[in-house]
């Protein structure tokens, strides 16, 4: 008989909540923080304990890696509505053990046929963000179901169906609503009950907000999946699904129609590669922005000695913030989709280029900002989403981050589907100087234009030892992913700690612009006074910085930990009696 045994974080850290447990939650064990799971049939971490109870099983069933990812991708649909998604994209790593090979599959949203390069800007040439942010203008393509089915034909087990079966159900019979999601839902009430269908998805008959411990069911959400898991994603681009979504852009002015849905296909990357201190990071390449400069940053971090810096000293975090400030200058001017502009990725990665950058920092002094311009290339060479991360037996791993952008996305939902729309066109540069919700600048690379997909800074990664996939990792968090994903690397591997340890750390936060070194709670006062001395500004963050998913294999044993900055994440492995 098979046991399911559980770590769920976030409550054990001096910014945690205690959230309680209800008769429907999954028994849980508390365990120290400073330990990741162990297992020995493979693991699961992601956002929510009850997609990763739903991965687990699939292991537990005989299922693979992205047989898990599968189950739990659609799971989130349904229990985790203010990023998990069929609405929206994502990009996802995959390693298959017996080949040896890596693939990054891109189900990036994209944008609609009748997307134009000026269409967020009013009359008097500004950026007109409810448009671009909270409209059905707001919408991509979404590629979610594409991406999950193109995973499964190529590397999947187990019947499709089967997969998408737990997910109907909680959607069927109803799930608890936590403590998280309660509060979250009456926070957006505004916003969501703007329009009926979300209103209704979400509230109570007579508006009222769902509380702990009340049971949420999905009804349109469970037909729409029924179709899915029936029909494939032929129903969704083609077919039933397609029409409502077709149909609710008819209803507010937006630009998907039948045109662009039929032609979505998500597309085959060749990773991005890098090497760190001997081990090999495999991460996504553009159109995700994360990726190259994960390798950027390592590769300018591999001249400073931080392991002898010492975790959270000055030093350190005064180096990763002056590599931060260079790699987020270039994100703004190079980045963009590959297929319609030219990324200079060799270059932004090479060790040459971060040799250069490494030699321009100067330890004494936090260069001001201003005086950081985006890099030139040879001339030859032209706040919500959700992570989850997945190990089998076998040694196959899967990474994958999925967003709909914003917390629930444009709050907008599909009539008569159950789900909510993505507002990832705001991703795009809408008119280049002018900063996306997250602050960050961009230029032509990342201009609207039809069918293009929009630059991102999800950042699924791999760390290999000796060829062997050694821990997998990501997180959500808008603009500060990047820097997330960074510093569980530097951690694990300069700082010698364990991948529960190395999630809880406390982190650091520069994006080039605005000009501000973002520190969460936990450094020490004299590390803040010697920043501030060599003239960083600091800012307090008034949140944490992303959640962290990460899976592990060394040494004969499996380990899994999920951030212990959000509620209801969990780490599951299935194991035998």
């Not at 190259?292 to 591999?302: A, D, G």
């Not at 010492?310 to 400030?325: I, K």
């Not at 280049?432 to 960050?440: E, F, I, M, T, W």
């Not at 000009?515 to 944490?544: C, K, M, N, V, W």
Request: with cysteine; glycine share 10%.
């Amino acid at each position: 008989m098979r046991k399911l045994i559980c770590l769920l974080a976030g409550l054990l850290l001096p910014w945690s909540v205690a959230f309680p447990q209800t008769s429907d939650t999954p028994i849980v064990r508390y365990e120290d923080l400073r330990h990741p799971v162990f297992g020995s049939a493979g693991m699961v971490a992601s956002q929510n304990a009850l997609a990763s109870e739903v991965g687990a099983q699939v292991l537990a069933d005989g299922g693979n890696a992205v047989d898990a990812a599968v189950a739990v991708g659609f799971t989130l649909a349904v229990t985790l509505p203010r990023a998990g998604n069929i609405g929206g994209g994502g990009f996802m790593l995959v390693h298959d053990s017996k080949s040896g090979e890596t693939v990054a599959i891109d189900y990036r949203e994209l944008a609609p046929r009748r997307a134009t390069h000026d269409m967020f800007l009013d009359a008097d040439g500004n950026v007109d963000n409810d448009k671009a942010r909270f409209s059905h203008l707001s919408a991509g393509v979404p590629g979610t179901v594409a991406g999950l089915w193109r995973a499964h034909q190529d590397y999947g087990r187990l019947p499709w169906d089967r997969l998408i079966d737990p997910a109907i159900r909680f959607a069927r019979d109803g799930m608890v609503v936590t403590y998280d999601l309660a509060g979250l839902l009456s926070k957006r009430k505004q916003r969501l009950c703007r329009l009926q269908a979300a209103c209704q998805y979400f509230f109570k008959p007579d508006g009222e907000p769902y509380k702990p411990g009340d049971r949420l069911i999905q009804a349109d959400l469970a037909d729409t999946l029924q179709a899915i898991a029936e029909h494939g994603p032929d129903v969704f681009y083609k077919g039933e699904i397609a029409k409502k979504i077709v149909a609710e852009m008819a209803r507010g002015g937006g630009l998907i129609d039948a045109e662009s849905l039929a032609a979505y296909e998500p597309s085959i990357r060749e990773p991005a590669r890098g090497t760190y201190r001997g081990y090999e990071v495999v991460t996504m390449p553009p159109p995700s922005s994360g990726g190259v400069h994960i390798v950027q940053m390592l590769n300018i971090l591999e001249h400073f000695p931080l392991t002898e810096f010492g975790s959270g000293s000055a030093n350190a975090v005064h180096v990763l913030a002056e590599a931060a400030r260079l790699a987020y200058a270039d994100r703004s001017k190079h980045l963009g989709d590959p297929d319609y502009y030219a990324v200079p990725q060799a270059w932004l990665m090479s060790k040459e280029y971060a040799k250069n950058l490494a030699a321009s920092i100067d330890m004494n002094r936090a260069r001001p900002s201003t005086e950081v311009a985006p890099g030139v290339p040879p001339a030859y060479e032209s706040p919500d989403t959700t992570h989850y991360s997945v190990i089998d037996r076998d040694g196959n791993v899967v990474s994958n981050t999925t967003t709909l952008n914003f917390s629930f996305g444009s709050s907008i939902a599909v009539s008569g589907a159950g789900f909510l729309l993505n507002n990832e066109m705001d991703d795009f540069v809408a008119k280049p100087g002018v900063p996306n919700a997250y602050g960050l600048l961009g230029d032509e690379a990342n201009a609207i234009e039809s069918g293009k997909r929009p630059l991102s800074s999800m950042t699924p990664a791999i760390v290999f030892d000796e060829g062997r996939a050694w821990f997998a990792t990501g997180s959500p968090g808008g603009s500060r992913i990047i820097t997330t994903v960074l510093q569980m690397v530097v951690n694990v591997i300069d700082h010698g700690m364990n991948i529960a340890e190395a999630e809880a750390a406390p982190r650091m936060h520069h994006q080039w612009f605005p000009d501000l070194l973002q520190l969460e709670s936990g450094f020490s006062p004299d590390t803040t006074r010697i920043l501030e001395a060599r003239g960083h500004e600091l800012a307090a963050t008034q949140y944490s910085m992303g959640s962290l998913q990460t899976v592990a294999y060394k040494d004969g044993v499996f380990r899994g930990s999920s951030d212990p900055r959000r509620p209801n994440a969990a780490s599951l492995t299935p194991a035998r009696d």
